[in-house]
């Protein structure tokens, strides 16, 4: 298999369990308002015997629907949502696997390959990273979805070993690294299918815009000001201000052809949210 159809199934398969989890939070979401029973995420993973972390990852993959509060993104688990976990076969076994996060080194012992060969196959798109983290040594860590590696390493093994092929050894030679821009896409699809109101959808594609661009799309003052109150946060739990410069260009849209895409939603929300 090739590394752009190995990029296509893997874009395909979390595409469709987007398009899953999107339909059953529209409907937990319904139910939860009716019933208005929900608990912090945080009191959620107490009650079903899970670490907060584990539950923070199966909410970021829409493994665990939720929905919002008074608080803008701070988002609550529905009482019949524990209920359907604790009614699923395996739990909570079966949820961690599906959920759980790994560095590279970590996800390199899960494909059976070198931390550095994973890296590559990253850095060309074979799979995204669904979080970044700051280590004691303030060097970025890239997590994986351990579930993704597993299937792109028995779907694609030609690529686990080996010489890489020649497009993408020109393309790791010409220093592409689409890490950081797959990234922002997955964390702004996720947040925008959080937001309750086209203000907050609008507040997610600004918050991976730079400044001048923002200006220049949102012209009035009073707008960008609320945005700007909006914003969410794309690092959660949010790194200290002194790693700032660390991270600062992960979160910025700076290519072009990017930041055109993130300009076009971000005006499509505007135009609803003016309307409403």
Not at 154 to 162: M, N
Not at 226 to 235: A, V
Not at 261 to 270: E, H, I, S
Request: charged share 25%; proline share 7%; glycine share 6%.
């Amino acid at each position: 298999m090739s590394a752009s159809h190995a990029t296509t199934a893997t874009t395909t398969m979390t595409t469709a369990t987007t398009a899953q989890t999107a339909a059953h939070q529209v409907a937990t979401t319904a139910t939860a308002r009716r019933q208005g029973e929900s608990v912090a995420v945080r009191r959620a993973a107490q009650e079903l015997g899970l670490r907060p972390a584990e539950l923070d990852a199966a909410v970021r993959l829409g493994q665990v629907v939720t929905v919002g509060s008074r608080i803008p993104w701070r988002r609550q688990v529905p009482r019949s949502e524990l209920d359907r976990l604790r009614s699923d076969d395996g739990f909570p076994a079966a949820l961690r696997e599906r959920s759980l996060l790994v560095n590279a080194t970590a996800g390199a012992r899960l494909m059976g390959i070198a931390p550095g060969r994973l890296a590559r196959l990253a850095r060309c798109g074979c799979f995204s990273p669904v979080d970044v983290r700051l280590n004691r040594h303030r060097v970025i860590v890239w997590r994986y979805v351990a579930a993704e590696l597993k299937t792109f390493a028995r779907e694609s093994p030609a690529l686990l070993s080996g010489p890489v092929p020649d497009e993408m050894r020109r393309a790791l030679a010409a220093g592409r690294d689409v890490r950081p821009r797959r990234w922002r896409h997955r964390r702004t699809a996720q947040l925008v299918r959080q937001a309750t109101t086209a203000w907050q959808r609008a507040a997610a594609f600004a918050a991976v815009l730079e400044p001048p661009t923002l200006a220049f799309d949102v012209p009035d003052p009073g707008e960008r000001a609320l945005l700007c109150r909006l914003r969410p946060p794309l690092i959660d739990p949010p790194l200290a201000a002194e790693h700032a410069d660390v991270v600062g260009a992960l979160l910025t849209a700076s290519d072009p052809e990017e930041a055109r895409a993130y300009r076009t939603r971000l005006r499509a929300a505007l135009a609803e949210a003016r309307e409403g």
